[in-house]
């Protein structure tokens, strides 16, 4: 094939056909693009340009079907399903691609549900329902619990893809005694979607935590209970949000709903009159009715079980968090704040809570400093006044987060035996931004976790199928990321040393990034120190480098709200709040994590290490857990990709789409299977398809089997490029091509030996047609002339004596006509003249 790929500012890669042959040592491959133009490109022997797969290849339902298995031909294969066919799922080998359309399709009905129910994962079109089956059907054949593991940046199409998920279990498992337990499973998406998502400048529904529900089955394979974890809520977007960015739905629900009677109560109002959801500037999502989708958020939370006393608990700490927000914090010089007991919000604030206003307004601009000698109370500045403020509004919401993810899974637990389950990860994607903090140093280090298992399963699976088919192993080289996973997590690791400096009283971002510096700068070559900035860090990732600023760490890291705040927190009588800030931890479901929720305490005066446990050593233990859970299950991926920034339905941005194919694996995968054999053929595959290059004598063998070995073994003659199988053909890479080009030469000779032969029939048949006219016109001219000749000269003397008969007659009939006139003019005259004769007689 003379097609290749060539880079491309604009398109990533096009396409260009060869028009002179490549010779050894050519310095210049002479091309023409698909719009004529002509194009010398420079080209290295060492890395000549990719080549394009045949036609019949393109559009392949799987990847790593392509004969050329690279990134153009990736992207290539995705646009053509995706722009032409309007085909949003593609497999790459165990991996689903999922591109969102941004379009509501029909294709999740539950006819189509049903109809991939019981179907192996090939025989029907890529769906997300066929993971799902593939799962569930593993799950019951191996007795082993399942994970389905979706993953993709924000705006990509996670959450909806985990959705239909759970919905697909939810259908095919459905048991007639236990009909309510299906439908409270889908009742905690929309309970969660609304405390957790947000909207974001990339996606409007942004899962702003990570998910994993573990769906419980019995020995029927029917659900009987759920139960969820979840990863890094991000707290801070409770008390700021960027341009064109909302805060948490259920704010802008509960504002949307305040008129109504059952929320007077709470003495809301608009979105706009409440900082902590005005200052995005957006606070409505076109298409969005908040209103509905606060009446539909309650009857999910009625759906669990959880009744109207208990929903207006949640609403009311929901309603004091923005109360608490407005509550106006004056500057008193340079050093102190104060706080005006008449404050509206502050006084609605403490009487929702149920708290001493006093108190709340002198400790949110006071702090109390204790030492191992005395006490000290000092007074804040306003910033300092307004972060504690802050910081207790972001523990508060977080403490509800978790309050109502266990009290769904106290809807959602059984009493029976779990036999199997099927876990359901909705986790956030590599996150690369122009601003990267805390939280996308997190998330990108939870997917250096996730993406290191990945490339371990599918190493393991690939080295099982060559087992399987006792294929001679090769140990195939493929991207292990440890190495930036240690530099994260290990002992001295960027974590640990954030830890530490969080343990020092005057501990500071500025002096952790410095140590840093010290440790890894030109030490380890993954971490690299900006040339113009001291105040950020690199860190090379598995998807690409990502500069993090080191402002707010150490603050977002430690997580603490002052110790007075939390006391006056504990003494309040309202029961849920109150609750929150206990001591002890507060267990409401035997069958999930519990919520462990202690006051921040100075270091000095806590012994216990658990109270001063950090966020990112929670997360990284939370991290560990998921992964030993993962690593228990059989693991099934979906990468979901953003195709444009725009929200456009079905346009394809082949950079945006690059980018997201190098971060999330799939060209991993694709790397791994290049290495070896990446086209696999089963015998009857094969015969079928190239059986026309096969002779009449290799035909006439009675084993198909044999059959592929003889006629491969003819066609190439390197065997090296082919490994027989059990049950397969493996071929490495271009080898299928060549055999396509084979097949192709095969028909284009057939088909010029038929168009030959038609041709031939043709002309041949116009021909006769031709003849048969002659013959005809030649029959009716000689009767014609056969008719004159046979005239005899009887039959001419008739035709003279009719023509004399006919003068003859014609004469006697016009003389006696001429007759009668005369007598009759005779006669006239005669009277005539007698009349004349008598009247001039008469005159005389």
């Known amino acids: 094939y003379n097609r290749v790929w060539i880079p491309d500012t604009e398109e990533v890669w096009q396409s260009a056909e060869i028009t002179k042959n490549y010779k050894a040592g050519d310095r210049f491959l002479h091309v023409q693009l698909e719009d004529g133009t002509e194009l010398k490109y420079p080209v290295d022997p060492a890395a000549l340009p990719p080549l394009r797969n045949p036609d019949i290849l393109v559009g392949e339902n799987d990847l790593t079907a392509l004969s050329y298995l690279h990134e153009p031909a990736v992207l290539h294969n995705l646009k053509v399903r995706f722009v032409e066919s309007k085909l949003i799922y593609t497999y790459s080998g165990i991996i689903l691609v999922a591109i969102n359309p941004y379009k509501q399709l029909p294709i999740y009905g539950d006819a189509i549900i049903h109809a991939y129910s019981g179907q192996n994962m090939g025989d029907m079109d890529p769906h997300i329902f066929a993971v799902a089956e593939e799962a569930y059907k593993q799950m019951a054949r191996n007795n082993k619990n399942q994970s389905i593991i979706v993953s993709g940046e924000s705006g990509a199409g996670k959450t909806v893809s985990a959705r239909y998920t759970m919905r697909y279990f939810a259908t095919v498992s459905k048991s007639s005694s236990n009909a309510h337990v299906e439908d409270k499973v889908l009742a905690s998406n929309p309970i ?406 202690k006051s921040a305490r100075p270091v000095l005066k806590s012994p216990n290490k658990q109270l001063r446990m950090t966020v990112g050593s929670k997360f990284r233990s939370s991290l560990s857990l998921l992964m030993v859970t993962l690593n228990a299950t059989t693991p099934h991926y979906v990468r979901c990709i953003k195709p444009n920034d725009e929200k456009l339905p079905f346009e394809f941005d082949s950079k945006r789409v690059t980018q997201q194919l190098r971060a999330c694996g799939v060209l991993e995968t694709i790397r791994i299977s290049a290495q070896s054999y990446p086209s696999r053929w089963t015998y009857l595959e094969f015969f079928s398809r190239y059986s026309i290059l096969m002779t009449q004598q290799e035909l006439s063998i009675n084993d198909k089997k044999q059959i592929c070995k003889t006629v491969l073994q003819r066609l190439i003659q390197d065997h090296n490029q082919y490994q027989f199988g059990r049950t397969k053909i493996f071929f490495r890479a271009g080898q299928v091509a060549y055999l396509e080009k084979l097949r192709s030469d095969k028909l284009r000779h057939a088909c010029i030996v038929i168009q030959k032969r038609v041709r031939g029939w043709l002309q041949q048949k116009k021909f006769l047609r031709l003849k048969q006219a002659a013959i005809t016109i030649q029959q009716y001219f000689r009767g014609q002339r056969t008719v004159r000749q046979a005239i005899t000269a009887r039959t001419l003397k008739q035709t003279w004596a009719a023509i004399i008969i006919q003068k003859y007659c014609r004469g006697y009939l016009v003389r006696r006509l001429c007759q009668l006139i005369h007598v009759a003019a005779v006669t006239i005259q005669a009277y005539t003249r007698g009349f004349l004769a008598r009247k001039k007689y008469r005159k005389v």
């Not at 019995?218 to 341009?243: H, P």
């Not at 500037?281 to 939370?301: L, P």
């Not at 500071?508 to 990034?513: C, I, S």
């Open 192 to 597: 969660t979607e609304a405390v957790g998502n947000a909207k974001t400048t990339r996606n409007d529904n942004s899962s702003r935590f990570g998910k994993y529900t573990e769906i419980s089955f019995d020995q029927s394979y029917q659900i009987i209970g759920a139960n969820m974890r979840t990863y890094l809520l991000e707290k801070s977007r409770v008390v700021f949000q960027s341009e064109n960015e909302r805060n948490y739905h259920i704010f802008y629900q509960l504002c949307a709903s305040a008129m109504q009677p059952e929320f007077k109560h709470l003495k809301l109002g608009s979105a706009e009159e409440f900082n902590y959801t005005r200052m995005g500037g957006s606070t409505v999502i076109e298409g969005v009715d908040d209103r509905a989708n606060m009446v539909e958020t309650q009857k999910t939370f009625a759906l669990l079980g959880l009744k109207g006393d208990f929903q207006m608990d949640v609403f009311k700490m929901l309603a004091a968090i923005l109360h608490l927000g407005n509550v106006e914090i004056k500057a008193v010089g340079d050093e102190r704040s104060s706080i005006s007991l008449e404050d509206k919000h502050l006084n609605i604030f403490c009487e929702l809570l149920d708290l001493n206003c006093d108190k709340m307004a002198q400790w949110l601009c006071h702090r109390k400093i204790i030492t191992t000698s005395e006490t000290v109370i000092k007074p804040m500045t306003r910033a300092q006044a307004v972060n504690a403020r802050d910081a207790l509004a972001k523990k508060i919401y977080s403490h509800l987060f978790d309050f109502i993810v266990e009290r769904i899974n106290q809807a959602l637990q059984f009493l029976g035996k779990q036999h199997t389950f099927i876990g359901v990860l909705d986790i956030y994607g590599f996150e690369t931004f122009d601003v990267n903090s805390f939280e996308q140093f997190c998330i990108n280090y939870a997917n250096e976790k996730l993406q290191q298992q990945f490339n371990l399963h599918v190493f393991k699976l690939e080295q099982e199928e060559y087992m399987k088919e006792d294929i001679p192993w090769t140990l195939i080289d493929f991207y292990d990321n440890q190495t930036v996973i240690d530099l994260i997590e290990a002992k001295m690791g960027i974590l640990d040393l954030l830890d530490e400096e969080c343990l020092l009283p005057h501990g500071t971002d500025e002096n952790w990034l410095q140590k840093l510096y010290n440790n890894f700068v030109n030490k380890n070559a993954l971490f690299e120190k900006p040339r113009m900035s001291n105040r950020s860090f690199i860190i090379q990732h598995f998807a690409d480098k990502v500069e993090y600023k080191c402002e707010g760490f150490l603050e977002k890291n430690r997580d603490t709200v002052h110790e007075v705040l939390t006391e006056i927190l504990k003494e309040s009588k309202f029961h849920l709040c109150a609750n929150f800030f206990q001591d002890n931890p507060v267990s409401v479901s035997p069958f999930s994590s519990t919520i462990n929720i």
